[in-house]
């Protein structure tokens, strides 16, 4: 049991892993696609729009696999073993940032123009519009779309186990048949349980912080 | 001297002639009304005035420096930094107020003149209770817009647009999303405005108010200027028949 659980809690660390450091570049990267999808430039923007349907229609575990992958049979490169950790984040990374760009935009060009006008009229620059006047409104119309998709991730980490990435499903999986007994897959499920209540508790505060203005 | 001037403005949209060579200028301390059906181009030669939309053709001069300048019937626009400058001449108020929801109203009249204009912030803070008082809203400087009724929020934007000090103050139907009984408080303010002289343009649907307010009362119809002057010619004793036609709705 004790080896179990510290086996299970070597898992939970690489989960909470993947967990952070997706959202730490998929949020920002997300915010530059959303921008990209927008852009007056047809290339560009098109280019975006290809990418989007590309992360968004096709299965993140085949993803993954073609980041683990690809540069071996592409390029023939042969990584070393850490590549395997690098490769969840790059893949996990792509795939929410093509996400979290289709609520931005949405968030984006659900802001009346008047804002904008009225920003205008007072003299402020493009920055100024953006960072001061239409994101802080932005952040609070599509909280509830992003707490869905940080809930996603949570659950989605797991598919890191598709190349083999040691986090808690893989490590679960390994004891569950290891021992013959549920109790492995039973406190992983718990511990996604738990994770997602936490989510859901902290995005709610957030929600409600931003409660004062309509 | 003229602090506004527009000559020969031209503007349309997907081929639909909106403003027909629109000519007008606005001396310092003057009150001007446009009135006139929807869809005349009261708002949208508002808009131009205000560069929320580009001029096809035509100048737009404040204060003799040229935001825009007619080149053989094209207009050309005068720099970003020279805009920027001129921008800061003119303040508009909305139809919709479109005051910043997440801000208080202290912050919507402050940030403006603090970060845009980079003045002092107590003196810019002094100046915006000066202008609540004024607005009779001195007690509401920690509220959010949602907490305040459509009137109050007006004046608001009101107060947002004098903060940045500006040498004319366009209003664009400022009392048409407001009840009959907000009106009134808005109209007073934008009389008392008139008693210091604030130079003013005023597009409006309310006819008593054009003529109590204005010194100068332009009508438009179909893209045109079809008669001006003073408000006791214009409103009271219109000699053209569209003004005439017009009026009659608002003589009951």
């Not at chain 1, 490169?77 to 792509?94: D, E």
């Not at chain 2, 459509?150 to 608001?156: D, L, S």
Request: glycine share 6%.
């Amino acid at each position: 049991m004790a080896m179990m659980l510290s086996q299970l809690g070597e898992g939970m660390i690489k989960t909470c892993g993947i967990f952070f450091w997706t959202l730490l570049f998929s949020l920002p990267l997300g915010m530059i696609v959303a921008f990209g999808r927008m852009a007056k430039n047809p290339l560009l923007r098109n280019f975006t729009r290809l990418y989007i349907a590309v992360m968004r229609g096709t299965p993140l575990m085949l993803q993954l696999f073609v980041v683990y992958f690809g540069p071996f049979y592409l390029f023939g490169w042969k990584l070393s073993t850490s590549w395997r950790f690098f490769a969840v984040i790059i893949g996990f990374v792509l795939n929410y940032a093509a996400y979290f760009a289709e609520i931005y935009r949405s968030g984006i060009q659900s802001m009346p123009v008047g804002q904008y006008e009225a920003a205008k009229v007072l003299g402020y620059n493009k920055n100024q519009t953006f960072f001061k006047i239409v994101l802080p409104q932005v952040i609070k119309r599509i909280l509830p779309s992003i707490t869905n998709e940080v809930i996603t991730l949570v659950k989605d980490t797991s598919l890191a186990f598709a190349i083999a990435y040691s986090e808690m499903f893989t490590a679960a999986k390994e004891i569950a048949a290891a021992s013959k007994s549920m109790t492995a897959l039973f406190v992983a499920g718990v511990f996604y349980f738990i994770f997602n209540l936490l989510v859901d508790f902290l995005m709610g505060k957030l929600e409600k912080k931003l409660d004062y203005y309509h | 001297m003229k602090i506004l001037e527009i000559n020969h403005c031209k503007k349309q949209f997907d081929g639909v002639e909106v403003l027909k060579d629109i000519s007008l200028s606005v001396k310092q301390g003057q009150v001007v009304s446009i009135i006139g059906p929807s869809g005349s181009g009261k708002s949208t030669l508002l808009r131009c005035a205000t560069m929320l939309e580009t001029m096809d053709g035509g100048d737009l001069i404040y204060l003799g420096q040229y935001a825009v300048r007619d080149e053989e019937g094209k207009a050309r626009y005068a720099s970003p930094q020279e805009l920027r400058e001129i921008q800061q001449y003119f303040g508009l108020v909305f139809q919709n107020f479109n005051l910043f929801p997440h801000y208080s109203v202290l912050k919507n009249i402050m940030d403006a003149p603090v970060h845009v204009q980079k003045r002092n912030k107590e003196e810019v803070r002094n100046e915006a209770f000066e202008l609540l008082k004024k607005m009779g809203l001195y007690d509401r400087a920690d509220a959010y817009p949602h907490q305040l009724s459509g009137g109050q929020q007006q004046r608001v934007s009101i107060a947002r647009a004098l903060a940045m000090k500006p040498q004319i103050l366009f209003f664009d139907e400022p009392t048409s999303a407001l009840d009959p009984e907000l009106t009134g408080e808005i109209l007073k303010v934008i009389k008392s405005l008139a008693a210091e002289h604030m130079t003013m343009v005023i597009v409006t649907h309310e006819m008593a108010f054009a003529r109590d307010v204005a010194d100068h009362v332009i009508f438009m119809d179909g893209g045109v200027i079809v008669e001006e002057g003073c408000p006791a010619d214009v409103i009271s004793n219109p000699k053209n028949e569209r003004t005439q036609a017009f009026l009659s709705r608002f003589q009951s």
